[in-house]
């Protein structure tokens, strides 16, 4: 054959050996994706669970002992009160009623609600962002919520809202998809009764409201929009108006919202001006951030390119409005307080999953890339763990309480609480002049008087004196065998012109009723704290400025 014939003859082609496109784990193999969050959610789980035992403040101890109030069929705002909507003494007393009066057990139930609420938040964000996305999104998230400075070890009210909040957006989200009425319905129940244990779920609320709008403006479908928002506010109606009827078969609407309309808007968050409060976001913002820096950093980066991904106007807009509402949870009242954070974790992690998802759009379908971006997302959070095991995996109780909280006597309250059930027998009730309520949670009481955080009687207000008048009454009515005084003015928050009436009566009635028997002195504030007890309690000279007296009802 010639040399041209050669080239025009056939030629023989050995099998093709073309690569086969990568699959994803996830996709590959259904079960995976089920496992990695199962086991990253356990994970959380048990580290969260390293902070059972640590003492508790005073919003968590006044939670606990009003949802308890409650269940002992206590009638609300009547025979105790807070300044909050009735729906947080109805999750606390069903917690109360599930775990037991006692603050180890109900830390133990906290570390489930943990759990449901990184369930619920995955399932949103795997609707919202993606797959991938939410699965890498997971542990940041998880450990954001952890997180020292926005009070992430504790029984917060923040944490029950948060679980309303991601199981309605779930819902929501879902029953968006489907065209499920029933499911929107469901959403709009949950995200309404997240109003009614703080009012700051409202925002996540007008979300998703904002989220049907949209699709009513992109789908041009008005019938099936209008039916859509009806059905989830109809939702929200349903759960506010079964709260208020319950309020009303009790007899207490008109005390109720003098409680968490009137008071608070008169006296209360109307006193905070708008300097005061930017200093208050830039001191607890400098906290958070030191405490995870990368990732806001990663979040900074994430609002910063959001705009960039590859995804419709409509879509950009959306996950910017769940951002801007999520971040309005911590402004009402300008106080910005660490535990309000807890609120605004799902807004700072929706901007840490823009960064990731620019990352995904970079990669594209390299497989190399893919597993190293894989293999990133799993070390940056076990990095956050392993840089700060101190405190996800040996935590230092006293020293995250001092840490966060400044002198406030938490770690004192708790030995002191030691030092009561030790002493007292069934039947024995105390009083706690001072705003510590974790001590009758610590001692399994709930005091002899409504008025248990005092510094509601020192809020300056028309109510003042009748209120203080009225507690010195209850305790000297039912004359408990306990008297704690905690001399810290964060614990009485008195104004220097405010009503002195109550602290007046203490300085008297104290040492003719009542002898010292144990003294916790915080002879260094943070540092040093002197406790003593028995006869040498009744002699010791107090060194420090603060400091917790427990006195004994003299036997006459």
Same mark, same amino acid.
């Given at each position: 054959?010639?040399?041209?014939?050669?080239?025009?003859?056939?030629q023989?082609?050995?099998?093709?050996?073309?690569?086969?496109? &990568?699959v994803?784990?996830?996709?590959?193999?259904?079960?995976?994706?089920?496992?990695? !969050?199962?086991? /990253?959610?356990? @994970?959380?789980? =048990?580290i969260r669970?390293?902070?059972?035992?640590?003492?508790? #403040?005073? *919003?968590?101890?006044?939670?606990?002992?009003?949802?308890? +109030?409650?269940?002992?069929?206590?009638?609300?705002?009547?025979?105790?009160?807070?300044?909050?909507?009735?729906?947080?003494?109805?999750?606390?007393?069903?917690?109360?009623?599930?775990?037991?009066?006692?603050?180890?057990?109900?830390?133990?139930?906290?570390?489930?609600?943990?759990?449901?609420?990184?369930?619920?938040?995955?399932?949103?964000?795997?609707?919202?962002?993606?797959?991938?996305?939410?699965?890498?999104?997971?542990?940041?998230?998880?450990?954001?919520?952890?997180?020292?400075?926005? $009070?992430?070890?504790t029984?917060?009210?923040?944490?029950?809202?948060?679980?309303?909040?991601?199981?309605?957006?779930?819902? =929501?989200?879902?029953?968006r998809?489907?065209?499920?009425? =029933?499911?929107?319905?469901?959403?709009?129940?949950?995200?309404?009764?997240?109003v009614?244990?703080?009012?700051?779920?409202?925002?996540?609320?007008?979300?998703?409201?904002?989220? %049907?709008?949209?699709?009513?403006?992109?789908?041009?479908?008005h019938?099936?929009?209008?039916?859509?928002?009806?059905?989830?506010?109809?939702?929200?109606?349903?759960?506010?108006?079964?709260?208020?009827?319950?309020?009303?078969?009790?007899?207490?609407?008109?005390?109720?919202?003098?409680?968490?309309?009137?008071?608070?808007?008169?006296y209360?968050?109307?006193?905070?001006?708008? $300097?005061?409060?930017?200093?208050? %976001?830039?001191?607890?913002?400098?906290?958070?951030?030191?405490?995870?820096? %990368?990732?806001? !950093?990663?979040?900074?980066?994430?609002?910063?390119?959001?705009?960039?991904?590859?995804? $419709?106007?409509?879509?950009?807009?959306?996950?910017?409005?769940?951002?801007?509402?999520?971040?309005?949870?911590?402004?009402?009242?300008?106080?910005?307080?660490?535990?309000?954070?807890?609120?605004?974790?799902?807004?700072? @992690?929706?901007?840490?999953?823009?960064?990731?998802?620019?990352?995904?759009?970079? !990669?594209?379908?390299?497989?190399?890339?893919?597993?190293?971006? @894989?293999?990133?997302?799993?070390?940056?959070?076990? &990095?956050? !763990?392993?840089?700060?095991?101190?405190?996800?995996?040996?935590?230092?109780?006293?020293?995250?309480?001092?840490?966060?909280?400044?002198?406030?006597?938490?770690?004192?309250?708790?030995?002191?609480?030691?030092?009561?059930?030790?002493?007292?027998?069934?039947?024995?009730?105390?009083?706690?002049?001072?705003?510590?309520?974790?001590?009758?949670?610590?001692?399994? /009481?709930?005091?002899?008087s409504?008025?248990?955080?005092?510094?509601?009687?020192?809020?300056?207000?028309?109510?003042?004196?009748?209120?203080?008048?009225?507690?010195?009454? *209850?305790?000297?009515?039912?004359?408990?065998?306990?008297?704690?005084?905690?001399?810290?003015p964060?614990? +009485?928050?008195?104004?220097?012109?405010?009503?002195?009436?109550?602290?007046? +009566?203490?300085?008297?009635?104290?040492?003719?009723?009542?002898?010292?028997?144990?003294?916790?002195?915080?002879?260094?504030?943070?540092?040093?704290?002197?406790?003593?007890?028995?006869?040498?309690?009744?002699?010791?000279?107090?060194?420090?400025?603060?400091?917790?007296?427990? +006195? #004994?009802?003299? /036997?006459?």
């Open positions: 054959m010639s040399k041209k014939q050669k080239q025009n003859a056939p023989k082609h050995s099998p093709s050996k073309s690569k086969t496109p &990568s994803p784990l996830t996709e590959k193999y259904p079960w995976a994706e089920s496992a990695i !969050v199962g086991v /990253t959610i356990l @994970a959380l789980f =048990f669970r390293n902070f059972i035992g640590i003492g508790m #403040e005073r *919003d968590e101890g006044s939670y606990s002992m009003l949802g308890n +109030w409650l269940i002992s069929g206590a009638k609300p705002y009547v025979d105790f009160y807070e300044m909050k909507p009735p729906g947080l003494f109805i999750v606390y007393g069903l917690l109360v009623k599930i775990f037991g009066y006692d603050a180890v057990s109900l830390q133990s139930g906290f570390c489930y609600v943990y759990a449901l609420i990184l369930v619920f938040s995955y399932l949103f964000f795997r609707n919202f962002i993606g797959k991938k996305s939410a699965m890498a999104l997971l542990p940041v998230y998880g450990l954001l919520l952890m997180n020292l400075n926005m $009070s992430g070890f029984i917060q009210a923040e944490f029950l809202v948060l679980l309303f909040v991601m199981a309605g957006l779930y819902l =929501f989200s879902l029953g998809m489907k065209n499920n009425l =029933f499911l929107l319905l469901g959403g709009g129940i949950l995200l309404g009764f997240s009614m244990i703080k009012q700051a779920g409202i925002f996540y609320c007008l979300f998703a409201g904002i989220w %049907l709008l949209f699709d009513w403006w992109k789908e041009r479908n019938k099936q929009s209008i039916v859509r928002m009806l059905c989830f506010g109809a939702g929200g109606i349903i759960s506010v108006a079964c709260v208020f009827i319950w309020l009303q078969m009790l007899g207490v609407i008109k005390d109720a919202l003098f409680w968490f309309v009137e008071f608070p808007g008169k209360y968050l109307s006193n905070q001006s708008f $300097s005061a409060g930017m200093n208050l %976001l830039k001191r607890f913002s400098g906290d958070i951030i030191s405490q995870q820096p %990368l990732f806001f !950093v990663l979040a900074g980066i994430g609002l910063a390119i959001g705009w960039l991904l590859k995804i $419709s106007k409509e879509e950009k807009i959306i996950f910017y409005s769940f951002f801007i509402l999520s971040f309005l949870t911590i402004v009402p009242g300008f106080r910005f307080m660490s535990h309000y954070w807890i609120l605004f974790a799902p807004g700072i @992690a929706i901007a840490i999953a823009f960064a990731y998802q620019f990352i995904f759009q970079v !990669v594209g379908k390299n497989s190399a890339l893919r597993n190293a971006i @894989a293999l990133l997302f799993f070390i940056i959070p076990v &990095s956050v !763990v392993v840089g700060k095991s101190d405190y996800y995996l040996s935590p230092n109780f006293d020293k995250i309480l001092h840490g966060v909280y400044g002198s406030n006597p938490f770690p004192e309250a708790k030995i002191v609480g030691d030092f009561l059930n030790k002493n007292m027998k069934q039947g024995d009730n105390i009083f706690i002049a001072g705003s510590e309520p974790e001590l009758y949670l610590y001692t399994h /009481t709930m005091g002899v409504r008025h248990n955080f005092i510094g509601f009687l020192n809020i300056k207000s028309p109510y003042a004196k009748q209120w203080q008048e009225e507690a010195i009454k *209850d305790v000297e009515a039912k004359k408990p065998r306990y008297f704690i005084f905690v001399n810290h964060l614990s +009485w928050m008195m104004a220097p012109d405010g009503e002195a009436t109550f602290f007046k +009566w203490t300085q008297s009635y104290m040492p003719a009723n009542y002898k010292v028997v144990y003294v916790a002195d915080q002879y260094s504030p943070g540092d040093v704290t002197n406790y003593v007890e028995g006869n040498q309690a009744a002699t010791y000279q107090i060194k420090g400025n603060q400091f917790i007296l427990v +006195w #004994e009802r003299i /036997t006459k």
